[in-house]
């Protein structure tokens, strides 16, 4: 099977398309970044507190944001999770403002927890003095068994270690069901008929479960901005510098130009739609560069071959042909590594979900650009040196080369 | 021209046993759950994966400069006064940073107290002389980097020590990259952190002081006795709530500002039971040093009082009836057992330098560790299973050769990662899925190149050849802008990131070997066995 047999598309002469078109998605991107959504940024590199937690039906969500009210939390944000392939997964996410000092980072998670336990599950008077289920970690719940002693096994270390292993049991169970327990009828499946009868007596399950917390400082929040930004930088440089190397500066500058296009209209896209950006986002858009990258070299390698075999044609020829030489590659290895970042995207769950829908975009548009930006780059260039009377001096190589 | 393949084919098949071996160690048995405890026993899951608790704080390293500097401002005066010196006061320049100002310094004396000074200090302080019969000492520029490092440094092992006593298993203390005075604290498995926040946190600084005046109700009460200002030489202390023989809690001290005792000097500590009342306290024992000064203290002292201070709050006060060695209680009546034993085994791992603050926390439950394995492992296998379709049909026969170099990459990457013990985090099952990907794109250089020297007129061996020889450069170009990327992001990247850099490079290492060596040695072995004139199915 074959894709792209003899392909002869004059993509020079549609380079005004292509600047139309680049021009129009980083244009967007930036206007939504500077008077849009702005860059929405994760509890990462924002700050404050975020709570994940999940619920064993719909939540209701302006009882949820009446009860924070309530509780005199301000600048409450709470929103549902929805995709990682699921329609509803009943959970929300609670996000704080930041505090302004590191003393009071706890105090909007323990807000949060009393809001939640008062509206869900500590008030009813039947609950008093009870172990939620739901949230108990591993250690308390073994603890809190050792000490109830259902099977009435004393305070030996093989009972300990006989209700760690329930405790254990239990958790297992619970993980298995994404942290919420059906029914505390079914932990029969698990545990001994003696732990079973002490949790259903002295047991309660709140309906809901905290499955992950994020407080930042705002320090930390402040460093990690920096390192990314830092970090970016550093890698379109490498790149810059490596591609000097081994080419010639103005394929170098060319290739970074356009990566930096992608970068550009991958953070334009998280403004655009709105989504967050974290670190795992930045390490994805790193990525990128790397993988953009990639595209355009190959690209430039049968450039600099075929400018090797023929000096006598123009440039702008050998451009087309290398681009129509390699547009097979181009195209198959995209596509393939997108099917692989597709896959993470609807499959991957909810916490990658930022760093694959990067790449998604990512991809398309790195590989759009190393035909629709880079090449053209380096015919306008010389085209300009031309057009001052210089002689071209585009090299075929620095040496020769197998 | 057939090839002598077996050389190679023997290597590949001991690098394949090798990396197998990598993955899995020698398991237990072949069961589905023998085979997973093996792979996890030697792959170890990030906290993102596993559930746990990640921490930064920071150490406030200007406090344990100050300390020192009060610490010492208290020591010059002793020694000058050793010296038949006397000053009118000693104390921290309140207006410079780590600096220590002596004023009323007899003027005919002013040699004299330059040369003890120099001797004493001279290694730590600069020494010099101001107007009005003032001598400053400001401790060196390098003396403060090596206090500062040192308070980091005996930080951490504090932490340690302290998160060690409370049973969590394989635990990361460290210096954290981003800023000088941070350290990382991962917890794994730990979902409910604040006990151990709490216990980490405590300073557990215990001194005892001399006590020269009070109680008095409040601070201002003290003030007005003190005459509307408090001598340079002490400090005003609240007591601890339930402090029990303070008498009624929150009164207000007089202490003598250096401290007899320091934290230092305790050698051990119990939790024990009152004898009289059965409430839990705490006993403490100090070092031999410490013991031997604080004997002949005592001993000088009788009738007057002393207190113990823990964390800037007066527990007791008791007087002096007679000569102490190396021993004191703690019992503040609001004590329960759990109280107990946790400040008997902080003042056991010995105080904090200076204080921590908490600068981020994430907690990850077990639940939300447990589905993102299941949902990034079946994005892994989704994936892979569409590349490998993939390639089978598109280039059919050649298509078994880019997917066995693929699952050989993949085998060579999770063996690498087994030998290495590094950490599987969530970025990095992504790592490894988009190695499949960006990996395959070097077969498909190779391949489309061997397509296109076929459709030129070349025989399937050269091709083959032609193919492998044009397509090596470019291959190495790509991989190396890649890696570049990914060193980057090690450097800069924390935690899970640094986990996706890891797997990322350490695959496409794998897949240089893969995607060239191997990937050729089956197509030399195949075109052994070809048929002259036969055609390649590519």
Same mark, same amino acid.
């Not at chain 1, 939640?116 to 008030?123: D, F, G, K, M, S």
């Given at each position: 099977m074959e894709l792209f047999r003899e392909v002869r598309v004059d993509w020079l002469g549609k380079k005004w398309y292509f600047l139309g078109f680049s021009l129009?998605?980083?244009?967007?991107? $930036?206007l939504s970044l500077l008077f849009w959504h702005g860059l929405p940024q994760d509890v990462d590199f924002r700050g404050g507190t975020v709570v994940r937690v999940k619920f064993d039906q719909q939540p209701n969500l302006d009882h949820i944001r009446a009860a924070a009210d309530k509780a005199g939390l301000k600048d409450v944000r709470i929103q549902t999770i929805v995709g990682g392939g699921q329609s509803t997964s009943n959970e929300v996410i609670i996000s704080l403002a930041h505090s302004a000092n590191e003393e009071s980072l706890d105090q909007g998670r323990a807000a949060? /927890?009393?809001?939640?336990?008062?509206?869900?599950?500590?008030?009813?008077?039947?609950?008093?003095?009870?172990?939620?289920?739901?949230?108990?970690?591993?250690a308390t719940l073994a603890g809190w068994l050792a000490e109830k002693d259902p099977e009435h096994l004393g305070s030996s270390d093989a009972a300990q270690q006989h209700y760690a292993q329930q405790a254990e049991a239990i958790v297992g169970y619970r993980n298995a069901r994404s942290g919420i327990i059906d029914s505390i009828d079914n932990l029969g499946t698990v545990t001994t008929p003696a732990v079973l009868a002490e949790l259903k007596q002295d047991a309660f399950l709140s309906g809901f479960t905290i499955r992950n917390v994020e407080i930042v400082g705002p320090q930390v929040g402040a460093q990690l901005k920096k390192q990314a930004l830092l970090a970016t930088l550093y890698s379109l440089a490498g790149m810059l510098v490596y591609l000097w190397f081994r080419f010639e500066l103005i394929y170098g500058v060319?290739?970074? $130009?356009? $990566?930096?296009?992608?970068? /550009?209209?991958?953070v334009g896209a998280f403004s655009l739609t709105n989504q967050e950006v974290s670190l795992t986002v930045i390490a994805a858009i790193l990525t990128l560069v790397g993988y953009s990258m990639n595209d355009t070299i190959v690209v430039f390698d049968r450039i600099r071959e075929n400018l090797r075999l023929t000096r006598r044609e123009p440039l702008a020829d050998i451009v087309n042909r290398s681009i129509n030489q390699t547009l097979s590659r181009t195209v198959l290895?995209?596509? /393939?590594?997108? /099917?692989? $970042?597709l896959s993470l995207y609807l499959f991957g769950g909810e916490v990658l979900h930022g760093f694959s829908f990067a790449l998604v975009v990512g991809i398309l548009i790195g590989t759009y650009s190393s035909i629709a930006v880079a090449a053209p780059m380096l015919v306008a260039y010389q085209e300009w040196r031309q057009g001052r009377g210089k002689a071209a001096v585009l090299p075929a190589a620095k040496k020769a080369r197998v | 021209m057939r090839k002598n393949l077996t050389q190679k084919i023997v290597l590949i098949f001991a690098v394949l046993i090798v990396f197998v071996f990598g993955i899995f160690g020698i398991p237990k048995g072949l069961s589905g759950t023998a085979l997973k405890n093996a792979i996890l026993d030697r792959i170890h899951l990030g906290l993102d994966l596993k559930g746990g608790t990640h921490l930064i704080l920071q150490v406030m390293t200007d406090e344990a400069v100050n300390f020192a500097i009060t610490n010492d401002a208290a020591h010059v005066q002793t020694d000058l006064q050793q010296n038949g010196i006397t000053v009118s006061s000693v104390i921290p320049d309140t207006a410079h940073p780590a600096t220590i100002l002596i004023s009323g310094a007899p003027p005919d004396r002013a040699g004299d107290i330059r040369s003890v000074l120099n001797q004493r200090y001279g290694n730590q302080y600069d020494v010099s002389s101001g107007a009005n019969n003032t001598f400053t000492l400001t401790m060196k520029p390098s003396a403060i980097a090596d206090l500062k490092k040192n308070t980091m440094d005996h930080s951490i092992e504090v932490i340690r020590q302290r998160v060690d006593s409370l049973g969590v298993s394989e635990p990361v203390i460290a210096p954290y990259s981003l800023g000088s005075d941070q350290i990382l604290v991962e917890l794994p498995g730990v979902d409910d952190p604040a006990r151990v926040k709490d216990v980490i946190q405590s300073t557990a600084r215990l001194e005892i002081h001399e006590v020269q005046g009070g109680p008095w109700p409040d601070e201002q009460a003290a003030l007005q006795a003190l005459g509307g200002t408090v001598p340079y030489d002490s400090i005003l202390l609240h007591t601890a709530p339930g402090a029990s023989a303070a008498g009624s809690p929150n009164q207000v001290y007089q202490i003598k500002r250096a401290a007899e005792v320091a934290g230092t000097d305790i050698r051990d500590a119990q939790a024990s039971r009152n004898q009289n009342t059965n409430e839990p306290e705490v006993v403490f024992y100090l070092t031999t040093a410490a013991g031997n000064h604080f004997a002949e203290f005592t001993g000088a002292n009788k009738g007057k009082s002393l207190c113990i201070v823990l964390d800037n709050k007066i527990q007791?006060? !008791?007087?002096i009836h007679d000569q102490i060695r190396d021993t004191g209680t703690i019992s503040g009546g609001s004590?329960?057992?759990?109280? !107990?034993?946790?400040?008997s085994m902080l003042l056991r791992t010995g105080a904090l330098p200076a204080s921590i603050h908490y600068l981020q926390e994430s907690t990850v439950g077990p639940s939300l560790g447990a589905d993102s394995i299941r949902q990034g492992v079946l994005a892994s296998i989704v994936g892979m299973l569409a590349v490998l379709i993939f390639m089978l049909i598109y280039y059919r026969g050649s298509g078994i050769n880019a997917d066995l170099a693929l699952i050989l990459n993949l085998v060579i990457l999770l063996g690498f990662m087994g030998f290495t013990g590094?950490?599987?985090?969530?970025?990095?099952? !992504?790592?490894?899925?988009?190695?499949?990907?960006?990996?395959?794109?070097?077969?498909v250089l190779i391949f489309e190149r061997i397509r296109e020297e076929l459709r030129a007129g070349k025989s399937p061996a050269a091709a083959v050849d032609q193919g492998f020889a044009h397509a090596w450069t470019t291959i190495i170009d790509t991989h190396v802008t890649t890696i570049v990327s990914a060193a980057i992001l090690f450097i800069f990247g924390t935690g899970p990131v640094r986990g996706f850099a890891v797997t990322l490079t350490f695959g496409l290492l794998a897949n240089l070997f893969t995607a060239v060596f191997v990937s050729r040695v089956i197509f030399d072995s195949h075109l052994n066995k070809m048929q002259r004139g036969a055609t390649l199915s590519i």
């Open positions: 129009i998605f980083s244009v967007a991107g $930036v949060i /927890l009393q809001t939640l336990e008062a509206n869900y599950a500590r008030n009813s008077a039947a609950n008093q003095g009870k172990l939620d289920l739901d949230n108990a970690g591993q060319a290739a970074v $130009v356009a $990566v930096f296009h992608d970068t /550009l209209i991958t290895t995209s596509g /393939l590594t997108f /099917l692989t $970042v | 007791e006060v !008791a007087t004590m329960n057992e759990q109280q !107990a034993k946790d400040l590094s950490v599987l985090t969530l970025p990095g099952i !992504a790592g490894v899925i988009l190695t499949i990907g960006m990996g395959v794109d070097s077969n």
